[in-house]
C-alpha cells in the first residue's frame, strides 16, 4: 500500500466536534482494494493488489473480473497490482493502462484493450508491457499511480527503489526512472517521450521524466477544472508531505527527497542545500499518521460546500483532512477521523469522491452530512 448491492444508507459518524464529511458505505467483500478509477461512464473500477479489477456498476459489484492478471505479478506488502488508467479516448478505443510489480519485483507498465464482445471484461491476449523498470534491489517503495494529464499524456509516478532513506539516492538519479513522476505518450506505441519534456533532449537522462526527488508517492490526481496536479509523497521517519504543481507548468521539479523530507533536511541532516527545490505545500508529521494516501480537490456538483476542497488522508491513523487556498497560502484542518485503512481516493464521472479500506475490503463516498440550506422564496 501507501508505503509501509444497493447504495446503503450507512454513515461512519463525525466527531462531535466538526461535521464536515461523513464515508457512506457503498459495497464490502472487496479484497485488498488499492486504486478507484472511472472510464467515463456509471462504473467505477475498483483495482484490487492480488491481480483483479473488478467492476461496480453502480448497484453492484459483478461477479467477473475485468482483468486478472494474478499470474503475472508479485505480492504483496507493498507489491502487486497497483494502478490502473483508462485512454482520455477509451469510449471509441477501448485501451486502458495497468501498473504493477512482475515476479522478479520489477515495475511494469502495460497496455490492454477492452473485450470486443462484453465491454465488462477486459481481452488478456491483448496485453503488451510498454515499460519495465528493474526493481529487484528491495520490496518496497514501488510507486504505482497512473493518470492521463489534461494535456492527454500518460503520467506515472514510481517509488525510490526501496529499503530505508533511499541508499541509492535514485531519486536524485536522473539517469534513472525510480523516484519520480513520468510523463509519456502512448498514443505512438510502445510510447514516445514527448519533446515538450523537461529533459527530452538531454544527454544521459532519462527523457520520460517530468518531475524527481519523491520518495514514494501516493497518489497524485489533476484538478479536473484547473489542470493543478497533486502529488503526495510518502514520508521516511517523521514527515508526510503534499505537493503541488500548477497547471502552467513546464515540468522539471526537484521535490527533494532525499535532502528533505517534507520541509526539513533529511540527508544531510542539517544544512542541507535547497537552492532549486520546489517545496511542499503542507505537511504533517507522525504524531497525526505515518503513510499519506493523497486524494482529489473536489469538483463534484452533489456537495457545494465541499466544492474546492483537497481531501487526502493517513492509512495508518485513518484521518481524513481538507486543504483549502487562501492568499496564495494552503492550510488544512482534519475533516473526519476513521478507522479505515486509507488506500486510495478516486473520482466518479461527475468528480464524486470516493475512498477505500484496504483492511476492511470496503468503497466508501465521501458525503457532506450537512443539508444546504433551503432558501425561501423572495417576496415581491
Same mark, same amino acid.
Given at each position: ?5 444497493? %447504495? ?5 459518524? %463525525? ?23 472511472? !472510464? ?25 473480473? /475485468?482483468?486478472?492478471?494474478?499470474? %503475472? ?11 490502473? !488508467? /483508462? ?6 478505443? &477501448? ?9 522478479? &519485483? ?8 477492452? =473485450? ?23 520490496? $518496497?517503495? $514501488? ?22 532513506? $533511499? ?17 509519456? +505518450? ?10 515538450? $519534456?523537461?529533459? !527530452? ?19 497524485? =490526481?489533476?484538478?479536473? *477544472? ?10 521516511? *521517519? ?64 452533489? /456537495? ?9 488522508? *493517513? ?22 477521523? #476513521?478507522?479505515?485503512?486509507?488506500? #486510495?481516493? &478516486? ?20 458525503? +457532506? ?7 425561501? !422564496?423572495?417576496?415581491?
Amino acid at each position: 500500500m501507501p508505503g509501509r448491492a444497493l %447504495l446503503f444508507a450507512f454513515f461512519i459518524p %463525525l466527531a462531535a466536534v466538526a461535521q464536515d464529511i461523513a464515508l457512506q458505505r457503498v459495497t464490502g467483500g472487496l479484497t485488498a482494494p488499492l486504486g478507484i478509477v472511472s !472510464a467515463g461512464d456509471g462504473r467505477l473500477f475498483i483495482v484490487q493488489q492480488q491481480g483483479t479489477v473488478v467492476i461496480w456498476d453502480g448497484t453492484r459489484v459483478l461477479s467477473a473480473p /475485468f482483468l486478472d492478471v494474478h499470474n %503475472l505479478i508479485s505480492c504483496c506488502n507493498e507489491r502487486g497490482l497497483l494502478g490502473l !488508467a /483508462f485512454h482520455p479516448h477509451y469510449a471509441a478505443n &477501448g485501451i486502458f493502462f495497468i501498473y504493477y510489480t512482475a515476479p522478479n &519485483g520489477d515495475v511494469t507498465i502495460a497496455r490492454y484493450s477492452v =473485450s470486443a464482445s462484453n465491454p465488462n471484461r477486459a481481452d488478456p491476449a491483448s496485453g503488451a508491457v510498454i515499460l519495465t523498470i528493474a526493481h529487484s534491489q528491495f520490496a $518496497n517503495h $514501488n510507486g504505482g499511480q497512473l493518470q492521463f494529464g489534461p494535456d492527454g499524456y500518460l503520467y506515472a509516478g514510481t517509488g525510490d527503489g526501496g529499503s530505508g532513506g $533511499n541508499p541509492t539516492n535514485s531519486a536524485q538519479d536522473l539517469g534513472q526512472l525510480l523516484g519520480k513522476l513520468l510523463r509519456i +505518450d502512448v498514443d505512438s506505441p510502445p510510447y514516445a517521450v514527448p519533446s515538450n $519534456n523537461p529533459y !527530452a533532449s538531454r544527454p544521459g537522462v532519462r527523457g520520460e521524466i517530468w518531475a524527481y526527488g519523491l520518495r514514494n508517492p501516493w497518489r497524485f =490526481s489533476f484538478d479536473r *477544472d484547473t489542470g493543478d496536479l497533486w502529488i503526495a509523497d510518502v514520508g521516511q *521517519d517523521l514527515y508526510e508531505e503534499v505537493d503541488l504543481q500548477p497547471a502552467a507548468s513546464a515540468g522539471g521539479q526537484n521535490y527533494g527527497w532525499r535532502l528533505m523530507e517534507g520541509f526539513h533536511c533529511y540527508n544531510p541532516a542539517t544544512n542541507c542545500p535547497t537552492t532549486g527545490l520546489t517545496m511542499p505545500i503542507l505537511e504533517y508529521n507522525h504524531t497525526l499518521g505515518c503513510s499519506i494516501t493523497g486524494g482529489y480537490r473536489y469538483r463534484g456538483a452533489r /456537495f457545494p460546500r465541499l466544492r474546492g476542497i483537497y481531501f487526502y488522508g *493517513d492509512y495508518c491513523s485513518g484521518r481524513i483532512w481538507g486543504a483549502t487556498e487562501s492568499g496564495g497560502a494552503w492550510s488544512s484542518r482534519v475533516m473526519l477521523t #476513521t478507522s479505515t485503512a486509507i488506500s #486510495t481516493f &478516486g473520482e466518479d464521472a461527475n468528480g464524486e469522491l470516493y475512498l477505500a479500506d484496504i483492511k476492511g475490503g470496503v468503497l466508501y463516498q465521501v458525503v +457532506d452530512p450537512v443539508p444546504p440550506v433551503r432558501r425561501r !422564496a423572495a417576496r415581491h
